[in-house]
């Protein structure tokens, strides 16, 4: 939401050139989400609400200690709880919590039509400038998690920002501040890594999860969200977190040979058809010999 | 053929008050259309929505043009519908059309009130018509689509743009030869009527049928 202290390395609908893309080293960060240590306390949802203004909505009861099936447009953090039967754990009780992944190929912002609308920071973190919006919803349709929310009210999109007001001023996220059991980590993207593989390891070396694995789709490039999860074989079954995450291949086909075809196409066409007026004219019709068959010549 | 026929001025009504109506409510909707569709579709074409009056004004309304767009090519598929049809001199038509890309028009088979190219034309924007229709209400209330149906979205964000770039390349066809090259064709879709040499030259069929019946009345 401010772009005030952090560098810009892209921007949605931008004919052109980034200003000052890449004058500056960045890190890229990341959160680290270990999924194996949440307990469900919602503490973070708390958070969220609070960082962001956002007030608490009527909950939906569904069977499960879940606030809501989806996030919504006002509360864009939600933990996805889910009853999983593994022969060697049991019944599990899995708890993700879901919000923006902040890809490094993010789906939203390659679909976006409105200029800033969408803007990735050079430290990864993809965010909605809602003055910009124009609430076409294409962000919807490029986003392979289901994150982007429209709001009737606005009649714009919104989504986690992971707290880029906080970040751009050396802090943590709301979320991993309020974090009681230390399963949300904020750091670089590197840090964050060697935790999770450190983390994973120890799940399979100590815990006995041979599966436990990262979470960090390379479909979209990696994300700057990550998790550590029990299974990194099925990820499904953490609330349908998809297995192989990608932009969907008719918006990247929209965006690039589609784009090109048709700009040539339509150029192509005005240049024809002027041409054809040098070389052969209008049709004229010679009035001066209405009774003569075959019209006139031109 | 009820509608055309010859004026107490000489002249030949081509076009009833209906169906010069008819034609601009699709010509001035699909102009709107065109304009914040081109905005949307590229970034270097994006201020034609700041002049229109800001891209969110444009969003907003480029479905509701869409729903004007739709009305008036159903309406004229009522009108003119029977008369697109294809028929048998057709492939003939077309198996002339260098003659008639090079104005050779004496060299083309006589056409009937619509020639194959405009039939042609009719049946692009009925059909991209309906592609745009049916995926323009999926991107219209995309937040609503589930997300198990979103094979939904993902087919409209294609088909939107496909069909639009079918329909304007007949656009600028139609609009070149309605304006620049066909003379005296502007006028039968603003006042209505044609020169009997114009009717003559480029509906011999039309043409011929309504002199026939305008004689079988007398």
């Given at each position: 939401m401010s772009q005030a202290t952090l560098e810009i390395r892209r921007i949605s609908g931008h004919a052109g050139s980034v200003p000052g893309a890449g004058v500056k080293r960045e890190f890229e960060v990341?959160?680290?989400?270990?999924?194996?240590?949440?307990?469900?306390?919602?503490?973070?949802?708390?958070?969220?609400?609070?960082?962001?203004?956002?007030?608490?909505?009527?909950?939906?009861?569904?069977?499960?200690?879940?606030?809501?099936?989806?996030?919504?447009?006002?509360?864009?953090?939600?933990?996805?709880?889910?009853?999983?039967?593994?022969?060697?754990?049991?019944?599990?009780?899995?708890?993700?919590?879901?919000q923006c992944m902040h890809c490094e190929e993010p789906g939203c912002l390659v679909a976006c039509p409105a200029d800033g609308a969408i803007v990735q920071y050079a430290n990864g973190i993809v965010d909605f400038q809602q003055e910009h919006c124009i609430g076409c919803g294409y962000c919807v349709s490029g986003c392979p998690f289901n994150i982007p929310k429209f709001s009737p009210q606005a009649r714009k999109v919104f989504k986690c920002t992971l707290c880029v007001d906080r970040v751009s001023q050396g802090l943590e996220p709301a979320c991993i501040k309020s974090c009681p059991t230390g399963c949300l980590h904020f750091g670089t993207k590197d840090d964050?890594?060697?935790?999770?593989?450190?983390?994973?390891?120890?799940?399979?070396?100590?815990?006995?999860?041979?599966?436990?694995?990262?979470?960090?789709?390379?479909?979209?490039?990696?994300?700057?969200?990550?998790?550590?999860?029990?299974?990194?074989?099925?990820?499904?079954?953490?609330?349908?977190?998809?297995?192989?995450?990608?932009?969907?291949?008719?918006?990247?086909?929209?965006?690039?040979?589609?784009?090109?075809?048709?700009?040539?196409?339509?150029?192509?066409?005005?240049?024809?058809?002027?041409?054809?007026?040098?070389?052969?004219?209008?049709?004229?019709?010679?009035?001066?010999?209405?009774?003569?068959?075959g019209g006139g010549k031109s | 053929m009820r509608e055309t026929q010859l004026l107490p001025n000489g002249r030949v009504l081509r076009y009833n008050f209906r169906e010069r109506l008819v034609h601009w409510l699709a010509g001035l909707s699909y102009l709107y259309l065109l304009l914040t569709g081109l905005a949307f579709w590229s970034p270097w074409l994006f201020w034609i929505a700041v002049v229109l009056g800001g891209a969110t004004i444009a969003r907003e309304l480029h479905p509701w043009a869409g729903v004007i767009f739709t009305i008036a090519v159903l309406w004229m598929y009522r009108?003119?519908?029977?008369?697109?049809?294809?028929?048998?001199?057709?492939?003939?038509?077309?198996?002339?059309?260098?003659?008639?890309?090079?104005?050779?028009?004496?060299?083309?088979?006589?056409a009937d009130r619509f020639n194959p190219g405009q039939k042609l034309l009719f049946w692009g924007f009925y059909w991209c018509g309906i592609a745009l229709l049916l995926?323009?209400?999926?991107?219209?209330?995309?937040?609503?689509?589930?997300?198990?149906?979103?094979?939904?979205?993902?087919?409209?964000?294609?088909?939107?743009?496909?069909?639009?770039?079918?329909?304007?390349?007949?656009?600028?066809?139609?609009?070149y030869m309605g304006t620049a090259a066909e003379r005296g064709a502007f006028g039968s879709v603003i006042r209505g009527d044609v020169s009997p040499a114009w009717a003559k030259k480029h509906h011999r069929m039309w043409y011929e049928q309504i002199v026939k019946g305008a004689s079988a009345r007398k």
């Open positions: 990341c959160k680290l989400i270990d999924t194996t240590t949440c307990i469900g306390c919602k503490a973070c949802e708390v958070a969220c609400l609070e960082w962001n203004g956002l007030s608490f909505t009527e909950t939906t009861f569904q069977n499960s200690y879940q606030t809501m099936p989806d996030a919504a447009w006002n509360y864009w953090n939600l933990i996805k709880f889910n009853e999983h039967e593994t022969d060697d754990h049991g019944l599990m009780l899995l708890m993700r919590k879901d964050m890594k060697d935790l999770a593989e450190q983390r994973a390891k120890q799940l399979r070396d100590v815990s006995g999860f041979k599966d436990a694995g990262v979470y960090d789709p390379q479909g979209v490039g990696g994300t700057h969200v990550m998790y550590v999860l029990h299974d990194a074989k099925n990820p499904q079954a953490y609330g349908g977190l998809p297995a192989n995450p990608t932009i969907p291949w008719t918006v990247k086909l929209w965006k690039a040979p589609l784009k090109w075809l048709g700009n040539f196409a339509i150029l192509g066409g005005i240049v024809g058809l002027f041409v054809h007026y040098l070389r052969y004219g209008p049709k004229i019709v010679d009035e001066g010999d209405s009774s003569s068959r | 009108l003119w519908g029977a008369q697109m049809r294809a028929a048998k001199g057709d492939k003939a038509w077309w198996n002339s059309i260098p003659h008639y890309i090079q104005n050779e028009d004496e060299e083309m088979p006589s995926s323009g209400v999926v991107l219209w209330f995309t937040e609503y689509v589930p997300w198990n149906l979103r094979f939904l979205r993902y087919i409209s964000v294609i088909v939107h743009p496909v069909a639009a770039l079918l329909t304007i390349g007949l656009f600028m066809i139609h609009v």
